[in-house]
């Protein structure tokens, strides 16, 4: 399995919004509804962000948000917070419990 | 809340073997749990799965026939046993919980793979 496709960076301005992809295949994301995304800040464990595609852990702020169209992912983050600086993965369920991770955006707030 | 624990990293030889633990802590009710690696300044990777009871585990193609994944729900502990170790396999191990996403992540345990 290769690894999900997501641009290695993306930024914007405190309180814009910024928009990551993660492109897969109908393997992987196209044919599965169990698309994750994690924040991960430097020397952190990750943490779970979106589950589900568009789904929302509690104490998950709702400026960040996911969706699904075909075989890509994305992820919103609206209303751009300095703490939102992080690196963000996707993740999907491949079938036959395999997980597979994009390769990591790194989101700089300018 | 559940709290995730990882030991039993550390400096190994090529060829050599680690066990890694997970241990939770707090409100324990067995689940999925997952080993994700990541070398530090590259991306996370999926490496293992275990399901509540132990009896379904599958492995990511690189570490297919040298890693095994078991778990005892009695210590609330999952373990990853790694054997005939590569350098390639030099990574933060992380546990996580959950099938399809890990919704509690341990901190994580350094393994390096260096003659």
């Known amino acids: 399995q290769s690894a999900l496709t997501q641009p290695p960076s993306a930024s914007g301005s405190p309180g814009q919004s910024v928009t990551i992809s993660c492109t897969g295949t109908s393997g992987d994301i196209g044919g599965q509804k169990y698309v994750s995304w994690y924040q991960q800040h430097p020397g952190k464990a990750p943490k779970l962000m979106i589950y589900?595609?568009?789904k929302r852990p509690s104490g998950v702020p709702d400026r960040f948000s996911g969706s699904k169209s075909g075989n890509t992912a994305s992820l919103t983050v609206s209303g751009l917070q300095a703490e939102d600086e992080a690196d963000y993965y996707c993740s999907s369920y491949a079938g036959s419990n395999n997980l597979i991770f994009g390769g990591g955006t790194r989101l700089t707030v300018l | 809340e559940v709290q995730l624990v990882e030991s039993g990293g550390g400096l190994v030889q090529p060829g050599g073997s680690l066990r890694l633990s997970c241990a939770a802590s707090?409100?324990?009710?067995?689940?999925?749990m997952q080993w994700v690696r990541q070398v530090p300044g590259k991306g996370l990777v999926w490496v293992s799965c275990?399901?509540?009871?132990?009896?379904?585990?599958n492995y990511a193609d690189s570490v297919k026939g040298r890693f095994t994944i078991s778990r005892d729900n009695a210590k609330n502990t999952v373990y990853l046993q790694m054997n005939s170790l590569r350098v390639e396999d030099t990574a933060v191990y992380f546990c996580?919980?959950?099938?399809?996403?890990?919704?509690?992540w341990g901190q994580g345990t350094t393994v390096t793979v260096s003659s």
């Open positions: 589900e595609v568009i």
């Open positions: 275990i399901d509540s009871d132990g009896g379904t585990t």
């Open positions: 996580g919980r959950g099938w399809a996403a890990m919704d509690v």
């Open positions: 707090g409100s324990y009710s067995p689940y999925w």
